[in-house]
């Protein structure tokens, strides 16, 4: 390949992003890999499990145990262990979508244990007739699938923190994950119960002991909202709401009500815990923003970011996640200076509104210090804030909802650490 092709198209050395799509890229580490595997292919040295039989099938599937170390980092608390965050490790993982045993949890008194069969769902309230249903009424309805993404109100809080705390990507970002919901659209039920005029508001209840519960605008629950029954294909696991769950495309995690078992349809919300005390964010002029249920545009380099080293400078590759609640990421801009100069990275296909997607750019790191970040823009136009502007913005009493840039320093060692 010849060397004018990696004529960096920003500062700092990132490339441009058509690149690793172009014939002839190749590392020299390719290179060196094929030499090696064709020793190994040689009988003399096949390796044990090239030897004998292997492992006898199973019922259900499990990582390889030389994974075991990509898992969520969980934090409970000793007073009331069911109540706490687990972390979905960004960090590890590729493409959009998470494993159901990876994505992140939040409880607020534990995980139930719900019998499918003893479960019910009702609706009532401002309707013109109540109606209950069970799992077998529900799978009998049409279904439709969303891909989006569930991101806590909280995620990311650390980010208000005065100092940068240093952990991994996802274990900082990671209270958000994306699947594929499968479930009845909501909007049918609603219909079947026909909604008064005064209905305005829907009041969303679990089945969990703390019986959580959190209104939302009927508007958004005819929109596109779900009852969602599978998730990646399989039913619902327990932790993310088996054997029902609402999902709010978009909105914070908290709406998205787990072990879903009553919908009440009412004139007005219900000034619920996590709408009053919770998720709700003061602001420098003394009042508070509440009902912010949209997730802001975020984006994040996942490769390379804290805990990972860069061994030799060289050609890396980039590559992040970036969201946003209002619809699709319009692009992704890079940069590998600090912020003196960006380029735009690939966006993979598909990219769906309310879904993670990922980006990708090529860079040639010449072994300087540097900081590398990701700015996501979305379709309304949205531009993900530094954080100054956030804070400017939003004062420093928030602890919720924070979505600025996030910046990852590489030394000339390649140790990477989170600034600000
Ligand atoms: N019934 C019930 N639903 C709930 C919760 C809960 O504790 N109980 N936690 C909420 C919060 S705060 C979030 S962020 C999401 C987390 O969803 P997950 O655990 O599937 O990631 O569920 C929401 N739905
Ligand atoms: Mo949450």
Redesign the pocket.
């Known amino acids: 390949m010849d060397s004018s092709e990696l004529k960096p198209i920003a500062g700092g050395g990132l490339l441009d992003r058509r690149l690793f799509m172009q014939k002839g890229l190749c590392f020299s580490l390719a290179a060196m890999a094929a030499g090696s595997s064709e020793a190994s292919m040689s009988s003399s040295q096949r390796l044990p499990w090239m030897r004998e039989p292997g492992k006898a099938f199973s019922n259900y599937g499990q990582p390889s145990p030389y994974e075991r170390r990509t898992i969520r980092w969980t934090m409970g608390n000793e007073m009331a262990p069911g109540n706490g965050v687990s972390w979905t490790p960004l960090h590890d993982l590729e493409g959009m979508i998470t494993p159901n045993g990876l994505?992140?949890?939040?409880?607020?008194?534990g995980v139930p244990q719900i019998d499918p069969q003893q479960h019910q769902l009702l609706i009532h309230g401002l309707v013109r007739q109540a109606l209950v249903f069970d799992l077998q009424d529900l799978l009998r309805y049409p279904m439709t699938s969303c891909l989006c993404f569930?991101e806590?109100?909280g995620n990311s809080n650390a980010g208000w923190h005065r100092r940068p705390i240093q952990t991994a990507a996802g274990y900082f970002h990671g209270?958000a994950?994306c699947s594929e919901w499968t479930g009845v659209p909501l909007r049918i039920l609603l219909e079947e119960a026909k909604v008064k005029g005064g209905g305005k508001w829907m009041i969303a209840e679990?089945a969990?002991a703390?019986a959580?519960n959190i209104s939302i605008p009927l508007e958004k629950a005819f929109d596109d909202c779900i009852l969602a029954l599978y998730q990646n294909g399989e039913r619902i696991r327990p932790?993310?709401?088996y054997p029902l769950r609402l999902i709010v495309p978009g909105w914070e995690?908290?709406v998205?009500?787990?072990?879903l078992r009553r919908l009440h349809i009412t004139n007005r919300p219900t000034m619920a815990r996590?709408e009053t005390a919770k998720y709700t964010d003061l602001l420098p002029s003394g009042k508070a923003r509440q009902f912010s249920f949209v997730m802001d545009a975020k984006s994040l380099i996942t490769s390379p970011s804290f805990g990972q080293r860069l061994l030799e400078p060289g050609l890396y590759q980039i590559s992040g996640l970036a969201w946003s609640g209002r619809g699709r990421i319009a692009r992704v801009e890079v940069s590998a200076d600090g912020g003196e100069s960006w380029a735009e990275a690939e966006l993979q296909a598909p990219v769906l509104a309310k879904c993670f997607t990922r980006f990708r750019i090529p860079w040639q790191w010449e072994g300087d210090n540097t900081v590398i970040k990701s700015r996501a823009v979305d379709e309304s136009g949205y531009v993900q804030p530094e954080r100054e502007a956030l804070i400017a913005r939003r004062g420093r009493h928030g602890y919720f909802h924070y979505n600025a840039i996030v910046s990852w320093k590489i030394s000339a060692q390649g140790d990477i650490s989170h600034v600000y």
């Open positions: 994505h992140f949890e939040r409880h607020h008194n569930v806590c109100g209270m994950s679990g969990d703390a959580m932790e993310n709401g995690g908290v998205n009500v787990k072990w996590n």
